[in-house]
């Protein structure tokens, strides 16, 4: 986890409420990911940035948004959490692309 | 059909084993291979990359990629408790983007 982390590391939450999680990298790395994680799926892609102001979606968006205004910041919002936003959420940085990716310590996030 | 598949588990080994864990992929032209591993309640944490065919060594770990048969394994020698873990196989096909698989609980037991 070293130099990657995540805040905040658990929430609870209501449905329809708005929910930011931030993932911050000390790497300098070009390429942040988020995933979430349930039992079943393993890891989806929700989105991913390849630089700043540069983002792209992955296989589960919806219902996600994300922002990158600086290189070591990477924001995942959910606009209105439902419960089957409830999940363990992964942020990863990797220098390349495509290449090997670093996890920050997750998020575990319930929405009642 | 899910891009990359692994069996789920468990696989069960007996301390100082070998453990052996499968992956298969979908897409042809993947050229990125990675193994994860993930303890309960943890994050995932890389531990072997491959990139071409053949066997790539590291201490106990052993990554194995086969293109033509579209498959990557890992070998554990020696297994110890302490590997007890899940498994993820990630692959890359060109694009900024990992594919993973639901990932092998493996146990390995005294």
């Known amino acids: 986890d070293a130099g990657i982390t995540q805040s905040p590391r658990h929430k609870v939450t209501e449905t329809g409420t708005p929910v930011t999680l931030r993932c911050h990298q000390t790497?300098?790395?070009?390429?942040m990911y988020w995933y979430r994680q349930d039992p079943g799926h393993g890891l989806r892609l929700i989105h991913y940035?390849?630089?700043?102001?540069?983002?792209d979606k992955g296989e589960v968006s919806d219902g996600y948004s994300v922002s990158r205004s600086k290189t070591e910041d990477f924001l995942l919002t959910l606009e209105s959490a439902t419960s089957s936003q409830t999940s363990v959420y992964f942020c990863?940085?990797?220098?390349?692309?495509?290449?090997?990716?670093?996890f920050g310590p997750g998020t575990r996030l319930t929405v009642l | 059909q899910k891009e990359v598949e692994q069996n789920s588990g468990p696989l069960s080994v007996p301390e100082g084993a070998i453990a052996s864990l499968n992956c298969t992929y979908s897409?042809?032209?993947?050229?990125?291979f990675f193994w994860y591993r993930q303890y309960s309640g943890k994050s995932p944490e890389l531990i072997m990359s491959?990139?071409?065919?053949g066997d790539k060594e590291d201490g106990r770990f052993t990554a194995q990629l086969n293109k033509a048969s579209q498959y990557v394994s890992l070998l554990i020698r020696d297994s110890q408790p302490s590997d007890s873990a899940t498994y993820l196989c990630?692959?890359?096909?060109?694009?900024?983007?990992?594919?993973f698989g639901t990932g092998t609980r493996l146990q390995v037991f005294p």
């Open positions: 790497e300098n790395h070009r390429y």
């Open positions: 491959i990139y071409s065919n």
């Open positions: 990863a940085i990797s220098g390349t692309s495509g290449g090997e990716g670093f």
């Open positions: 897409d042809r032209v993947s050229q990125s």
């Open positions: 990630a692959v890359n096909s060109n694009t900024d983007k990992l594919i």
């Open positions: 940035s390849y630089g700043v102001k540069d983002t």
